[in-house]
């Protein structure tokens, strides 16, 4: 088998994390993606570590150091923001799609008008073009009408448009209770099996 077919065997995921509130979804996120993907492809903007620092301590960002992973980490390679040469910046590099875990109102408002000034931004508009997956897991409150049209036109181009606003159905005891909610819906808008928490009434 030629190196390139067994590469594009391989399952690949682009993360991406921003400055919204709310690291916590991106780090937990990713440490289901990396045992899910071969290979993550992950970027983050330089407002999501000063959020990051505030919010979990982060102190730049090292998948081996941060993510509590193991020989996993090896599947998570770290790409500049401003690096627009990466793999998946351009649509002939495969991969399933993105999440943009959290997607601060900043990064929603590039994507949404097609300004791919960074990495971020590019990687999503070749998502919505080559028609793969992209889950944008927005946190802000209240909305105003500007971010509900970006999030309409989002939607419409074919992104998912997936609030962190967890449920409490399932009787949540903890932080990491709420967050197990989001990231469980974010696999699931993925298309893939999860086991990070029970479909409502699954078992009956
Ligand atoms: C502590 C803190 C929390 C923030 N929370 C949010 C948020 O929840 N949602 C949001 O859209 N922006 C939030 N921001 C503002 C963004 O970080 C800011 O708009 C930034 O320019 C986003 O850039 P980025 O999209 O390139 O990461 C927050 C900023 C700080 C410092």
């Not at 919010?55 to 992973?69: M, Q, Y």
């Not at 949404?112 to 028609?131: F, P, Q, T, Y």
């Not at 932080?175 to 696999?187: N, P, S, T």
Request: net charge neutral.
């Amino acid at each position: 088998m030629s190196a390139q077919s067994k590469e594009h065997r391989e399952r690949r995921l682009v993360v991406a994390i921003t400055g919204a509130s709310g690291s916590i979804y991106g780090l937990e996120f990713l440490k289901r993606a990396a045992r899910l993907w071969d290979r993550i492809w992950l970027t983050t903007s330089s407002n999501a570590l000063a959020v990051a620092s505030h919010e979990v301590g982060l102190k730049g960002f090292d998948p081996a150091r941060d993510l509590d992973l193991g020989d996993l980490a090896q599947r998570v390679t770290l790409m500049s923001p401003r690096d627009l040469t990466a793999p998946p910046s351009s649509g002939s590099y495969r991969y399933d799609g993105m999440v943009i875990v959290p997607c601060s109102m900043g990064t929603l408002g590039r994507i949404a008008n097609g300004i791919s000034s960074d990495l971020i931004s590019r990687i999503a508009d070749v998502c919505l073009k080559e028609r793969r997956r992209l889950v944008l897991v927005t946190r802000e409150t209240p909305l105003s009408a500007i971010h509900l049209r970006n999030m309409l036109m989002l939607a419409e181009a074919g992104a998912t448009i997936l609030p962190a606003a967890p449920g409490f159905y399932h009787r949540p005891r903890s932080v990491g209770d709420l967050v197990d909610f989001i990231v469980a819906r974010i696999l699931q808008s993925l298309g893939v099996d999860q086991d990070v928490l029970p479909g409502w009434r699954e078992d009956e």
